[in-house]
């Protein structure tokens, strides 16, 4: 885990650094040797246990399993899930949602208690999660969100201390070897070549994203956008038509969610 030539690989751009997942490519190769047949069907079981980890989350936040049931289904089956199942090297999408997915689930099961076994459980998924794919990182808000959505209100001072202080640790462990093995702790660049091009960017790319879930078309295998250099740009690109005709049926969807969370 510490040997960047062994088990980190060159991004087009960046080096990256997802340790867990080549793990799961060496497991994959004791078994299918070079048949890409096998990997497929690793990500193709991989993408239906984090379809069933979404219906147990949503089923437990929500309290209305139809709706649950239909959220995990669109999820599951969404166009843009595509090449987290077809392309092998996303692998590392499918795994750190397996792993982000249980440690949520098994935090909030516990969260009254918040035993010791469980919270080193759920610190050890989140670990692997961030070692699969750098955006797991987020897992923490993520448990975060869930806990106050169940909850209807802040969690308590008991998760604090001894949830989130230790997650919050491990996270920091994990960047901290994460960026030592890369070697870029002292050589981390913007990629708009500052921070508020890049924050810019963040921004409008996510409103990009999210048009994609409500109009999934001319999807790609990887998206390259270009810089926003002005705060004056939109931050959600225009959706045509036909999609803007879909949002408000859209709206009463995402009322009923958040009307059950309260």
Same mark, same amino acid.
């Given at each position: 885990f510490a040997d960047p030539d062994t088990i980190a690989s060159h991004h087009w751009r960046d080096p990256i650094y997802r340790p867990a997942?080549? /793990? #799961? $490519?060496?497991l994959d190769y004791a078994i299918y040797?070079?048949?890409?047949a096998g990997y497929r069907l690793t990500n193709l079981l991989l993408h239906c246990i /984090?379809?069933? @980890? /979404?219906?147990? =989350? $949503? #089923?437990?936040? @929500?309290?209305?399993?139809?709706l649950a049931f239909f959220l995990a289904a669109l999820f599951v089956a969404h166009p843009a899930q595509v090449d987290?199942?077809?392309w092998i090297s996303s692998r590392g999408v499918s795994l750190s949602a397996v792993f982000g997915l249980l440690a949520i689930l098994l935090a909030l099961r516990d969260s009254e208690k918040l035993r010791t076994p469980t919270v080193a459980c759920v610190c050890a998924l989140s670990a692997l999660a961030a070692f699969t794919y750098e955006a797991a990182f987020? /897992?923490?808000a993520l448990l975060f969100l869930a806990h106050a959505i169940e909850r209807g209100r802040l969690p308590p001072k008991l998760a604090w201390r001894r949830l989130y202080a230790p997650l919050a640790a491990v996270g920091v462990v994990c960047f901290v070897i994460r960026s030592e093995t890369l070697g870029e702790i002292s050589s981390m660049d913007f990629w708009g070549d500052g921070a508020a091009p890049t924050l810019l960017t963040a921004v409008t790319t996510l409103g990009r994203?999210?048009? @994609?879930l409500l109009l999934p078309v001319h999807l790609k295998n990887e998206y390259i956008y270009p810089l926003t250099l002005s705060p004056a740009?939109?931050?959600?690109?225009?959706?045509? =038509?036909? #999609?803007? =005709? =879909?949002?408000?049926?859209?709206v009463p969807l995402f009322s009923n969610v958040?009307?059950?969370c309260g």
């Open positions: 997942r080549t /793990v #799961s $490519f060496a040797g070079r048949n890409p /984090v379809g069933i @980890l /979404v219906w147990r =989350l $949503f #089923s437990r936040l @929500l309290k209305r399993p139809g987290a199942v077809a987020i /897992v923490p994203y999210a048009k @994609l740009a939109p931050p959600f690109p225009p959706l045509p =038509l036909p #999609s803007s =005709l =879909l949002l408000p049926s859209v958040f009307l059950s």
